[in-house]
């Protein structure tokens, strides 16, 4: 035989094997096992697969070994169903499978409780249910599984106590993160479980102190995790015991105390997560032991003294973030001894002492923040060899010789964002600066600095953030501002700036029209960024420089002239507040295509004329201010007007509405005053008629008087319910006495409308959450101690009681875990309030665009977990209740706890518009979620829903928002630049650097979806149902 024919036979043996176990019959009451397993769940793939063949290991997901017996059927030794979009209870015949070693059902939406007979998988050895909806204890069910090596129950609502679980001698990995377990700490899991590695209880309910941990100290654990729970006290010695420990998390507890000297014995620490406890007192310098160390991260504690030097030995380390504590002296690490370093964050402490000039030494050094400190003198000329700096905050310092400091940061070729905000105070604002080819970003507010605005500044082309707030800048606004294609967000108020307003600010083309508006700016740093917006100059907040809402704001200078009419091509604009000024003229009716503003504010100028009546069309605006002007005329009616308090319209005796006071018709116009033949007349008969009404209504507050007194004495509540809300008390009446009905799911039972005023500080302004097309939200404090979202819609569509009511009631009736609960209706007055459970983790496009640590928060588990939460909320609207959702959008899905997602707003459109025969468009949508095939029929269907949630799909993918408004030649909305990616194939470019490369191949899947959602031709996006099913196929793997 040759060697070839050696081969060849080699191969035909194997094969056959293969063949032969593959093709034995697995044994008979296994197969019984799983046929009545598939039964009880809900899944026609499954079901047919399975149904389809008679050994069942041949079955999808299943398989078979022998177990060297080849004359017996073979055993089922492995179920892998993961990602297979099952749905039901997992039945009690899968614990007959007890020839089963490898039991994995995760990403899917499995419920019910896990039941007692798994125990009686006894050669089982990896169990897998993560990503469900399984609830219930779990005390039990693991009982007697010897063999046992990992079980992963994450993302679950399992509840009870985990600490008597049984002994576990091969357990090695255990993780329940993201449930509902409670009760005090406990760690006998570590001497029931001598080889365990990996204990991950983060993300639960678990209480009290860290304490027993003395019986993990004799295992090799490598990863604890126990962050996000509400542990306390001090650090117990015993932790440091653990020395085998690469990745210890403990954030987002009540920790307190000292950090021992100590933590020196945990010497292959390579993480070490800290931060939202408090800590308190000085690092131990031991960090010299802790030579593996590559990330520390312990913001937001109360530590205080100087930096440990020993940090220096810590040759490893990438991210060094201690911001928001009260560390101080000098900055006087050696750094040279850091070339890795690549996030470096120092701000919000007490450090006083110039700028570290061995900085320059970290190369590889991309993000760097001393903000809001002590520090003082210039910045170091050894700077421009930070050649990789990307973002650099040194706001709210001492520094010094601004025109210095440009002059080394301008090396700085890769910086994209420079935050120097209240430093260089009264220095002169240099002339002449050259480079910052890179710059997106530039704060440079609240410094106090003198002379005009340069003309450098035009020419930093990428420039799209531009802060030059709280100066003492005069001369007029250069024209060339016109000139600057990519600028979203220009601060130039409370400065002394004269002159009129350039017509070139009219020409931005970034906030003309959706086809330029996208963002390549992406500062997930964590790192917030500051800005000053306010009268008191005290600092807005955001993430990202993407969430910077499109803004233009000149308040409080000496601007003079009107308006431009072709301020109204800058539809992308949010914001635009004029305040403060000498302008004159009229308000253009062109702002009335300005369809995204927010916030308008033209108060305290010169303006004359009316309120143009289109404003109503402004369905987002949500601050609105004309105050302190000359205008008359009748205030706009509907819409978000009749959310506005009165103070909006002050000082302008010539308006009138009912927010002040009624307009009186004559032949003219409107008037808020009595007409002249009126005033003729006035006489001794205007005079007795005058006393007896002043009569009359002394006699009516006698009788009020007495009313309250004796409603005192009855116990029944004594609010004046017409003096808690902002009406005339006529307007009020007129449309008949208050009502409040609430549902059988609502957590307040014996609510009352005095509650519901109470709650919200009479829908005060500090109370609001949210804002929309339909009205505003306000949080609610109810007399249970619970929350409550109240939303007072802004519709103006006349609809009767009774059909509103029988409307709401029908919303009601949707009751869904992904639905946010309706609980709830109250008219009072005008005012017609919803009441909806609230949302303790509030929106995704918080957590997305807003939350400093959002970005890195949610991980890409989390971010799945949402979009199929999402995805199922709508199929449900789609199939059930048969509603069109019309605005499905991140700021839309709300996050409980658990962060699971939950919509909300769905079916308000019915309740504003009852008698349309159609569904339109006209009323809701936002921009970057609308359809393409909207603008053109105004019919509103089930596949614009799915093309809206493909876009937040997408949004989860990159943390970009859809339409984000900073430009470029290539530059474009999110779906156009996602296909101009997948056409360059490179697709790696789409998804957010936050998200663990390791789940690559998830994120290519889930990218394919967004994709078939978003195609432009509605006919060939899936429905909702398939979506759904899509995503419960996608399989995560471990990060």
Known sequence: MTFLDWILFVCFFGLSLAFETRTRNCNPNDCLALREFAAQLVNDSIKSTWSNEINCCRWNGVVCEDGGNKSAASRVTELNLSGKGLRGKISEFLGKLDGLKTLDLSHNSLEGILLANISNLKQLEVLDLSHNMLSGPILGALVGLKRIQSVNLSSNSFTGNFTDLGVFPSLIAFNISNNMFTGEFGSKICSFSPNIQVLDLSSNHFYGKLEGLETCSSISLLQFHVDFNTLSGQLPDSLYLLSSLEQLSLSANNFSGLLSHKLSKLSNLKAFFLCRNGFYGSFPNVFGNLTQLEQLVAHSNSFSGPLPSTLALCTKLRVLDLRNNTLSGAIDLDFTRLPNLYNLDLASNLFSSPLPESLSSCRELKILSFAKNKLTGQIPESYANLTSLTFLSLSNNSLVNLSGGLSVLKHCRNLSTLILTKNFHGEEIPKNVSGFESLMLFALGNCGLNGQIPDWLWSCTKLRILDLSWNRLDGSIPSQIGWMENLFYLDFSNNSLTGEIPKGLTELKSLMSANSCSSTLNTSTGIPLFVKRNQSASGLQYNQASSFPPSILLSNNKLNGSIWPEIGHLRQLHVLDLSRNNITGTIPNSISNMTNLETLDLSYNDLHGSIPSSFNQLTFLSKFSVANNHLDGAIP???????????????????????????????????????????????????????????????????????RISRRDTGVPIEDLDDEISRPPRLSEAFGPPKLVLFKNADCKDLTIADLLKSTNSFNQSNIIGCGGFGLVYKADLPNGLKAAIKRLSGDCGQMEREFQAEVEALSRAQHKNLVSLQGYCRYGNDRLLIYSYMENGSLDYWLHE?????????????????????????????????????????????????????????????????????????????????????????????????????????????????????????????TWVFQKKSEKREEDIFDSSIDKDCEKQLMEVLSIACKCINQDPRRRPSIDEVVSWLDEIEIGQT
């Open 637 to 707: 009616t509907g819409g978000q007007f009749l959310s506005f308090p009165s103070s909006s319209f002050e000082g302008n005796p010539g308006l009138c509405g009912k927010i002040i006071s009624p307009c009186i018709a004559n032949n003219v116009g409107f008037r808020t005053t009595s007409p002249p033949t009126a005033r003729k007349k006035f006489g001794w008969s205007s005079i007795l008629g005058i006393t007896i009404s002043i009569g009359v209504g002394i006699a009516l507050l006698l009788a009020i008087l007495l009313l």
């Open 851 to 975: 939350r400093v640590d959002g970005s890195s928060f949610l991980r890409w588990d989390t971010r799945l977990k949402i979009a199929r939460g999402a995805a199922c909320g709508l199929a449900y609207l789609h199939k059930e209740p048969n509603i069109i959702h019309r605005d499905i959008k991140t700021s839309n899905i709300l996050l409980d706890e658990r962060f699971e997602a939950h919509l909300a707003d769905f079916g308000l459109s019915r309740l504003l518009c009852p008698y349309d025969t159609h569904v339109t468009t006209d009323l809701v949508g936002t921009l970057g979620y609308i359809p393409p095939e909207y603008s053109q029929t105004l019919t509103a269907t089930f596949r614009g829903d799915v093309y809206s949630f493909g876009v937040v799909l997408l949004e989860l993918l990159t943390g970009r928002r859809p339409f984000e408004v900073c430009k470029g030649k290539n530059c474009r909305d999110l779906v």
